[in-house]
């Protein structure tokens, strides 16, 4: 069975950092595009960012460059979301998903595979 188990998520003030984690099973990481999304309330879902570890390539939404930035570790297959100087305007819940193709696409409609969901607060 496919599953995909986000958690990290909490309060934190404005400057400070979390790591979100994004386990997957059921499939390996190393074989699809594995994304971050968001969405806060009263806004549409937004894709942060994206991996691809076929071509190891990745993708920033131009808001978090330089603050953010995703890894992961095939052997855990889990992908991590690494976010540094959070602002009060990244407070979302974060979801991870699984796009069921090997190049990048951060049309939500397009991921297959859903986490649950974790819930970042950033106070200012």
């Known amino acids: ?29 190393d074989d699809y595009v594995i994304g971050w999304f968001r969405q806060a309330p009263g806004k549409e879902r937004e894709a942060v960012l994206c991996i691809s570890s076929s071509d190891e390539s990745t993708w920033y939404a131009d808001s978090v460059k330089g603050r953010f930035t995703i890894s992961s570790d095939n052997a855990k297959n889990t992908v991590y979301l690494h976010m540094n100087s959070l602002k009060p305007e990244d407070t979302a819940i974060y979801y991870c998903a699984r796009l069921h193709n090997l190049y990048i696409s951060t049309n939500p409609a397009l991921y297959d595979y859903w986490g649950q969901g974790t819930q970042v607060t950033v106070s200012s």
């Open 1 to 29: 069975e496919v599953q995909l188990q986000a958690s990290g998520g909490g309060l934190v003030q404005a400057g400070g950092s979390l790591r979100l984690s994004c386990v997957a099973s059921g499939f390996r990481v």
